[in-house]
């Protein structure tokens, strides 16, 4: 099956019309229309090749809002016509221990997790494409349900990754009521951070670069908002937070949120920038026993938890929609912290 889609060719070439093949509905699989998928930082950071490993051509996009056009005849969860929702994830081995847990992205498995960009495919070292695509075919393992209702479903988009990628660690380090959460960066991941947070019951501190979005971030839903760069609004603050969650996609100073951490609690990154942090200095972790962690996205039961309970208390993302040929216009406006707060390609116009 061949379809539309936008791919760069080289680390050094815009993203541009292509056409690409995909394998025919195989009996556990699930053919998706693509009716929205979201812009990513990690769509940017991967098309201009500024990780290790990038395959090309590169098509990027993992958060995938679609209907379902045919069904392999094993597949029982979802029926054609349905909208669903794929994320960064499109397989795992489904036999380790990670896999038994639920946490597919830590999957121990010789290939580990598939990506739904640049990761395995089964039988030659080519690449899986993504979402910024009319259509892609994916196991219904990996095929998440969606339950919001059907008029702003662009909006819902961004949850598969960007949601995810902040629910998970906000439910394992336990945000939730008589918690001080800190969120650091305000793009797309932060700004679902944020309202997941305020919806989790915590109190929400949110610590941005951009004096502009401070009213954005309290009506995000922030109980109080930071300007990062202004050391002494940040030294009241200092030793207060149950949980720092920080989404920022550049190198900076780390040694300035650790020191906002009470003893024993923890900042978790899930930023992956192109170039290394500034090494944090080991007294701020010693002298209070705090503690640096990171979080890949989500597993799937998670991600389906997620969705529900977004569906049920009406939560989306804030979005501006694009055209499909506008993309590289959107990598530029992301490169400069230019979003409110997530892009999302309308596919109808690739
Ligand atoms: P984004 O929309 O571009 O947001 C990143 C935010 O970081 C910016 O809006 C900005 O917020 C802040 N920022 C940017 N440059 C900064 C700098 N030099 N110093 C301080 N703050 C800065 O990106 P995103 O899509 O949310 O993704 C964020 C990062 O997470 C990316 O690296 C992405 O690849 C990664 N990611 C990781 C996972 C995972 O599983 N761990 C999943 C998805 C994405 P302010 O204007 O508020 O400062
Ligand atoms: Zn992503
Ligand atoms: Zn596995």
Redesign the pocket.
């Known amino acids: 099956m061949q379809y539309k889609a936008y791919a760069a060719q080289s680390p050094t070439t815009p993203l541009a019309p292509t056409n690409i093949p995909r394998r025919q509905t195989g009996e556990r699989d699930v053919a998706i229309e693509i009716l929205y998928c979201g812009v ?3 769509d940017l ?1 991967a098309a201009r090749g500024e990780w290790p490993g990038m395959r090309y051509p590169l098509v990027p996009g993992h958060e995938i809002i679609g209907r379902v056009t045919a069904i392999g005849a094993s597949v029982s969860n979802h029926q054609v016509g349905d909208i669903v929702g794929v994320g ?1 994830m499109v397989g795992s081995c489904r036999h380790c221990q990670s896999c038994d847990d639920g946490l597919e992205q830590y999957c121990e498995g010789p290939r580990g997790w598939q990506q739904t960009y640049n990761g395995w495919l089964d039988g030659s070292g080519e690449n899986t494409y993504g979402g910024y695509a009319d259509g892609i075919t994916v196991d219904e393992h990996f095929v998440l349900k969606i339950t919001h209702p059907e008029s702003n479903l662009a909006a819902v988009a961004p949850l598969l ?2 949601g995810i ?1 902040t629910w998970s660690p906000l439910r394992h380090w336990k945000a939730g009521p008589g918690k001080k959460i800190g969120i ?7 700004h679902m951070g944020i309202k997941l947070a305020r919806a989790m019951g915590a109190h929400v501190v949110a ?4 004096p502009s ?1 401070i009213q954005d971030a309290r009506d995000l839903g922030a109980d109080e908002v930071v300007v ?1 760069r202004n050391s002494e609004e940040m030294a009241t603050h200092t030793k207060s937070f149950d949980f720092i969650l920080n ?6 100073d780390i040694d300035a949120f650790m020191i906002l951490l009470k003893r024993d609690a923890t900042m978790t990154m ?4 192109d170039s290394p942090h500034p090494s944090p200095g080991v007294a701020n972790l010693i002298f209070q026993r705090r503690q640096l962690a ?4 989500g597993g799937i039961p998670e991600t389906q938890e997620m969705l529900d309970f977004c569906a049920e208390h009406g939560i989306t993302s804030h979005v501006e929609m694009i055209e499909m040929k506008d993309i590289e216009l959107a990598f530029q406006r ?1 490169q400069k ?1 230019d ?1 409110k ?2 892009f999302v390609i309308d596919m109808a116009t690739i």
């Open positions: 990513c930082h990690s950071h960064c990754c960007a990628t650091v960066g305000i793009g797309g991941l932060g610590f941005t670069t951009s979005k990062s989404t920022v996609a550049a190198p900076h899930v930023g992956v920038p990171g979080s890949l996205i992301m912290s979003v707060y997530r």
